[in-house]
């Protein structure tokens, strides 16, 4: 199939709920992150500026928890989402195999062939719908959901909850909350920024989460397995869509170039404390 | 308000009780030198002025409304040397006046001050006299509210040197400001602007005449002194104090104790509830209890008030301010029979497995929180292990994807 470069042709790759999931994710997570951290390093300079900005340690709180609650609402739409594909479309394809999250064989192969890519001793990997790192992005948030969210509904209710379980249980949501918004902030704010959007080949930003589209061409290039598979079979066409309008791909560089911009700002602020200690 | 019992109130009474009537007579009996109209004929005009031009004038009302004024003493009483000269104008320089004549008592106690031991190193020292609190001719008793030394004037007496930048730098005053900071103070609010009597001022802390350093057992602020000097006011607190285990360690005889300065300061008090303050009370605690605070700002509360909140648990909730036992002590507000209540100050439902929270929990210490300590491990290893293969990952991703753009972008040209 060749395609006119000037009329680059398009296919979906997210649709507009999973966009949106995102979207709404990345403001909590901002909101969770700008809220919490002060906590976490309150005995810098830059962390009581923050709070006095906040205004008071009950606003920030409460901003804190409305963060939480988005991000609670965000994970458990998705889960409707996954559980209704499964139980209403009997969509298998999604728990294992070539379209699914769910890490398998063929992501350790990925994972040497890519290295050794990097290395210049092979050719890049020929890569499904979701990479290798994409899945680590994907399962590291579901799992630090479970983890934050647990113990973060702990330390929200730490009265009710002592009720059933013993109180150093809040020692260990505290420690754990902390710990694991450490890596969730500093992973999202260097490795997720650099996977998915300033590694070079995508420099400055890939704004696929906010169009939902990219080009055949790209398709081809960055997921061969897919494209490979998916024209096999036909679906092509279906995928096909308009490019994506000026104003949203406008607005995808905006958005995600100001989270970049305050998540490398708080990485920044991060280092900086972890490195004066 | 109890009324102070303060000795040296007791012993300058009586001193000036005895002297009166005696000076009276020596002032009759002795006043065959030139009485006070044949002086104040030179001196009565208050801008007089010596051949010399130094002041030699003195407002003769002020003088006669004055305590020596008063009971009709005599220049010559003072300036003894004066009672034999009959040839006027006199000398310019005469003898230094001896208030010792009649104020033994006052002036063997200022000579243990260190004011007197200043002067006695250094004779041109700026440190105070007699003259320099009480005046010269104007000298009023201390229950007289025009008087320098009346306690609602008294601060400004003091704060003539100790608020003075220049005398402070030529005294070598090493604790610097002390009247700007007293000025601000609970205590100095409490004079100048409540007009309190009753209100702590200089004297009442560091005494009247004998003014010690601090560094001197004797002295009233010396550091085992202070919560006696404190507890001439703040008797109910200091009870509590003496109870607790810092009062227990001071009396006997421990030099770490903390005393009331330690935590409220010596000259800049403020109201327990001022916020700045409170703060800095944590911090203090933390000057002895190293390990205690490190864990306490691994807490909520610790984090809360690290970021200048006040509105959580601070050390004194929980342990108490003044009357502080050990975990072990049955009176103690932490203490297993009372920790659950005391939890409860703050989250009235609380229950017993509330109160099994570790407010010190130690993520370092296996022994006293084992599975913290083991989620402490855990999380760092899962830390290192993401940031470790990741941050591999991307280094050595780094450079291909740099050489795969450029590739790309080259083969997007030439198409």
Known sequence: ?277 | MTLRFQPWILVAALVAWASVPAVAQHGAKAATGPDNDTCLACHGDPAAKSDSGRAIGLDADKFHASVHGAIGLACVDCHVDLKKTTDFPHAEKLAPVNCATCHDAAVAAYSTSIHAAARRQTPDSVAATCVDCHSAHEIRSSKDPESRTYPLNLPATCARCHGDPNIIAQGHIRIGNVADLYKDSIHGRAVSKSGLLVAANCTSCHGSHDIRQRTDPASHVFRANIPATCGSCHEGIKTQYDSGIHGSALAAGSTHAPVCADCHTAHDIQRADVTSWRLSVIRECGTCHADKIKTYRDTFHGQVTSLGFVRVAMCSDCHGAHAIFPKTDTRSSVANGHLLETCRTCHPTATAGFAEYDPHADKTNAARNPVLYYAAVFMKWLLIGVFGFFGLHTTLWLPRSYTARRAHDKEMRTS
């Open chain 1, 1 to 277: 199939m060749s395609v006119a470069r000037n009329v680059p042709m398009y296919v979906r790759r997210f649709d507009a709920f999973d966009r949106v999931l995102h979207a709404l994710l990345m403001i909590s997570f901002l909101g969770l992150a700008a809220t919490g951290l002060p906590l976490l390093f309150s005995d810098e300079g830059w962390a009581r500026r923050i709070a006095s900005v906040l205004g008071s340690f009950e606003v920030a709180g409460w901003l804190h928890r409305a963060s939480a609650a988005l991000l609670i609402v965000v994970f458990l739409l998705h889960l409707f989402r996954v559980g209704r594909r499964l139980v209403f479309e009997r969509d298998w394809g999604i728990i294992w195999g070539p379209r699914s999250m769910v890490p398998q064989p063929r992501d350790v192969a990925d994972l040497l062939k890519h290295v050794r890519w990097f290395l210049g001793r092979g050719p890049r990997p020929e890569f499904e719908r979701y990479t290798y790192w994409e899945k680590f992005d994907y399962w590291a948030v579901f799992w630090g959901m479970g983890i934050i969210g647990a113990s973060g509904l702990l330390l929200w209710f730490p009265v009710f909850f002592a009720r059933f379980v013993p109180g150093w249980l809040f020692n260990v949501a505290l420690l754990v909350h902390g710990e694991e918004a450490l890596l969730a902030v500093g992973f999202i704010f260097t490795l997720h920024f650099f996977n998915g959007h300033l590694r070079p080949e995508k420099f400055p930003m890939d704004p696929v989460i906010f169009t939902g589209r990219i080009t055949v061409d790209e398709l081809k290039h960055e997921r061969p397995g897919e494209y490979a598979r998916t024209a096999a079979a036909g679906g092509l066409d279906a995928l096909r869509t308009d490019p994506p309008p000026d104003w949203l791909t406008r607005l995808g560089f905006v958005t995600g170039g100001i989270a970049v911009i305050i998540g490398l700002f708080i990485v920044g602020l991060i280092l900086y404390a972890v490195l004066r200690r």
